[in-house]
């Protein structure tokens, strides 16, 4: 479930590096050098009275965070960006988000590495070669007359990537056949995230279910689930229609909302 943010936010010291005006209709867009976290920036731009549609960008993150808390490595040379998103729709359906970004991340990535290497992973993360690249955070914004805001954040590897992390990873120019800049992949993902959102609201979550499935990695094999108090193994069978994942454990379907998921052949690395 997506985390809530509050309005109590570390104060530092922002430099703004430029505005980027070639954007879709819609969105907007703010660069940063260096900043705590895109995610907690779109905090303090909506105490300002920022819109839906507002990109926040930075070079470096100084308190970058993953999902569960988990630190989220932000060396410079990949892109660190939050989108403020209204969703239009109760945030009983927020979590259909994960895989409307995860498409759009999918695609980015696909656009700059062999398209058929890249999958989707549940709930929302992207593999490249079966590594990790990108971290997507979704946190609601708790301010008044704002029920349907969502900070969308997500981070892709492009120049590097972190060691030793939960699950192994990569990054867009160990997979790519020329050097790529975040400001490039900034740019696919902006037109990719404004195409899957249009399609959400338009059409529900059909389709996204069915598009992210085509990409998923591990449907129908045998997948080990990371719950706080257990650990389960079974089949990944399907999604269900809020995007559940359905897990076949001989004969027992368990619907599973959240958890770390770890395939056959993968362990954590410690």
């Not at 209204?86 to 009983?92: G, I, R």
């Not at 997979?175 to 959400?200: C, D, G, Q, T």
């Not at 609201?201 to 997948?223: D, P, V």
Request: aromatic share 8%; charged share 25%.
């Amino acid at each position: 479930m997506p985390r809530r943010l509050h309005r109590n936010y570390l104060k530092i010291k922002l430099m703004p590096e430029k505005e980027n005006s070639e954007m879709p209709d819609g969105f907007d867009h703010q660069a940063f050098l260096s900043i705590d976290s895109t995610n907690k920036e779109a905090v303090r731009q909506l105490e300002k009275g920022a819109k839906s549609g507002l990109w926040l960008t930075a070079t470096e993150q100084l308190l970058g965070r993953g999902r569960g808390g988990r630190e989220w490595i932000s060396k410079p040379g990949n892109l660190f960006s939050s989108l403020i998103f209204d969703t239009k729709k109760s945030l009983c359906h927020s979590a259909q988000l994960s895989f409307v970004t995860s498409l759009a991340v999918c695609e980015t990535v696909g656009a700059f590495v062999e398209a058929e290497n890249v999958k989707c992973k549940w709930p929302n993360d992207v593999l490249v070669n079966g590594n990790k690249i990108s971290g997507i955070l979704l946190e609601t914004y708790s301010g008044q007359n704002t029920e349907n805001l969502m900070i969308i954040g997500i981070g892709i590897n492009i120049e590097n990537h972190p060691e030793k992390p939960l699950y192994p990873t990569t990054h867009i120019n160990e997979n790519s056949r020329i050097n790529i800049n975040a400001e490039e992949v900034f740019h696919v993902l902006v037109e990719k995230m404004a195409y899957w959102l249009n399609n959400w609201q338009k059409n529900g979550f059909s389709i996204i279910r069915q598009e992210w499935l085509n990409k998923a990695k591990g449907k129908g094999e045998n997948i080990i689930v990371r719950l706080p108090n257990e650990e389960l193994n079974g089949r990944f069978v399907d999604l269900d229609a809020n995007g559940a994942l359905m897990l076949d454990m001989n004969g027992e379907m368990r619907l599973i909302h959240s958890g770390d998921v770890f395939f056959a052949d993968q362990r954590e690395e410690k």
